[in-house]
């Protein structure tokens, strides 16, 4: 059988990202053949006021990424055909958090638009997920002594997925849901959309998604969640609308449940 990644499309061209944020809430964009990492481009051009419009949303695209950044010290790889760029915009009044609880509800959201109603999820605090399959993931980062936070976003779209290395993750594509080519023009407007819903709301970012729980990956599973003081196990209940993960700790049948709110972890495991 012809794999469908034999048909994989053009790279996407510098006219094609100008065409793709009409109508978004996006106002100029940039496109790179090749980067190191977008957010650390994204940084630079921060720090660098002159170059950029008051309070604008900046797009950075590149088609590839030789050096992308996730969270701690994971890497993200950029694949041939899948979807990397980082977005400039002014800081909100939010917490880092809840700001990519936001918008990665966006993203999955369009996600699950090409996904054949595949239980597309977001874990906590800013991946995107099929069941136990990385689909991609989101770096916020905050240049020191600017107003930006720069928004970095990596999603395996066509791209062949075996042998990538996500953060220790198993990745999985779009089009391996899909189970066709996808159109990566079209589904980059659609994500765009979704963001700029979420960004140019009345209260943009400042407080987790309404629908987090419909989104929610780890809610109602046993979690294990390393943390710098030690590991601690339980269930996992979801978030507050402060961003936090809230996990329920139980100790013996004649003691109440102690819930956890956590605002930053090492790293989870989930089964």
Not at 107 to 113: L, Q, R, V, Y
Not at 226 to 246: F, T, V, W
């Amino acid at each position: 059988m012809k794999s469908i990644r034999d048909d994989r499309e053009m790279p996407i061209t510098a006219a094609a990202i100008q065409h793709v944020i009409k109508n978004t809430f996006v106002e100029s964009a940039e496109h790179h053949q090749s980067l190191a990492s977008t957010n650390d481009y994204g940084i630079t051009l921060a720090r660098n006021q002159k170059k950029l419009t008051a309070n604008a949303v900046h797009l950075i695209y590149t088609e590839s990424q030789t050096h992308g950044r996730g969270r701690g010290n994971n890497h993200w790889l950029s694949a041939p055909g899948s979807l990397t760029f980082s977005l400039l915009v002014s800081r909100p009044q939010a917490s880092a958090t809840v700001a990519s609880l936001q918008s990665a509800v966006a993203i999955a959201k369009a996600c699950s638009a090409y996904a054949n109603h595949a239980a597309v999820r977001v874990k906590w605090p800013n991946d995107i997920y099929l069941e136990d399959f990385k689909l991609g993931g989101i770096l916020i980062e905050a240049p020191a002594g600017t107003d930006r936070w720069v928004i970095g976003i990596g999603i395996n779209v066509n791209n062949k997925t075996k042998n990538l290395e996500e953060g220790g993750a198993n990745p999985i594509a779009l089009a391996d849901i899909a189970d066709s080519v996808v159109n990566r023009e079209d589904f980059l407007h659609l994500l765009l959309k979704n963001l700029g819903d979420v960004w140019n709301s009345p209260n943009a970012v400042t407080a987790a998604p309404a629908d987090w729980d419909t989104w929610c990956l780890l809610r109602g599973k046993a979690v294990v969640v390393e943390r710098s003081e030690g590991s601690l196990s339980g269930i996992c209940r979801g978030i507050d609308s402060s961003g936090n993960l809230l996990v329920e700790e139980t100790f013996s049948p004649n003691e109440p449940p102690r819930l956890h709110p956590l605002a930053s972890v090492k790293n989870i495991r989930w089964e």
